[in-house]
């Protein structure tokens, strides 16, 4: 397992590392009252996420205001955004936890993983699992219904756009996982960069990158691709 997760994530590390380094930053470089901290997440609705890091339990937040619906895109938007920010205490801190995820099991399989109750695998993520499948098979269009599973047509309409080219990838769903990584920065980065207003003398903290999820029982990592403070 570690061996699969280091060759497609060489920087990676254990989820509770990652948490407590990003915690020490934020309180020992740029002063984070962690007790005044509002925490938001864009990432993927999959229950498995919660288990990667610990920076509610370091916030003293149970559930933090969430910005992501499948895959992690913000799909809450600028109205997400700015009801989030209007929820920060005085003077207080914000930070946003963001990114997509991909399991991998003790075996070293991609996209997969087992869930606490169950003997067998499922996929991790499924949203970008079936992109990917359907990436391969067509050229031109999703064929998601964008009434009925709106979400999943958005994501794959935006890789589309990038004419991903994954059948020689020996890895496929990584590189959609990566792409998918870089649509949700660079969109949570178009929509801070159009809130100073929203942001005011608040500190916001972005903190990206791909959550690797296992099967339960072993510890989920983080490969962190982006610790900003604004």
């Known amino acids: ?5 280091k060759k497609n ?9 990652i948490t407590e380094t990003c915690i020490e930053r934020l309180s020992n470089e ?6 005044k901290t509002l925490m938001a997440t864009s990432v993927c609705s999959d229950e498995v996420i919660r288990s990667a890091t610990d920076f509610r339990g370091h ?21 997400g955004l700015k ?3 209007s929820h920060v205490p005085n003077d207080g801190y914000a930070m946003i936890l963001f990114g997509p995820h991909i399991g991998v099991t003790t075996q070293g399989e991609i996209g997969y993983m087992k869930r606490k109750g169950q003997t067998e695998k499922s996929g991790c993520c ?6 990917t499948g359907s990436l391969k098979k067509m050229k031109n269009e999703s064929k998601a219904d964008p009434e009925l599973d709106y979400q999943l047509w958005k994501i794959e309409s935006d890789l589309r756009k990038k004419n991903m080219d994954i059948e020689g990838d020996q890895e496929p769903l990584v590189s959609v996982t990566n792409q998918t990584y870089q649509f949700i920065y660079e ?5 801070t960069d159009i809130s100073p207003g929203l942001i005011g003398k608040k500190r916001l903290a972005l903190i990206g990158g791909i959550i690797i999820n296992t099967d339960h029982g072993f510890d989920d990592w983080f490969d962190l691709q982006c610790f900003k403070v604004i």
Do not use: C
């Open 1 to 5: 397992m570690k061996e699969s997760i």
């Open 9 to 17: 994530y060489p920087n990676a590390e254990k989820g509770s590392r």
């Open 30 to 35: 740029f002063h984070f009252n962690l007790q």
């Open 59 to 79: 916030l003293g937040i149970e559930n933090p205001f969430q910005l992501g619906g499948l895959a992690g895109y913000p799909f809450a938007g600028l109205t």
């Open 83 to 85: 009801a989030f920010l």
């Open 126 to 131: 499924g949203a970008l699992q079936a992109i």
């Open 187 to 191: 969109k949570l980065t178009r929509l």
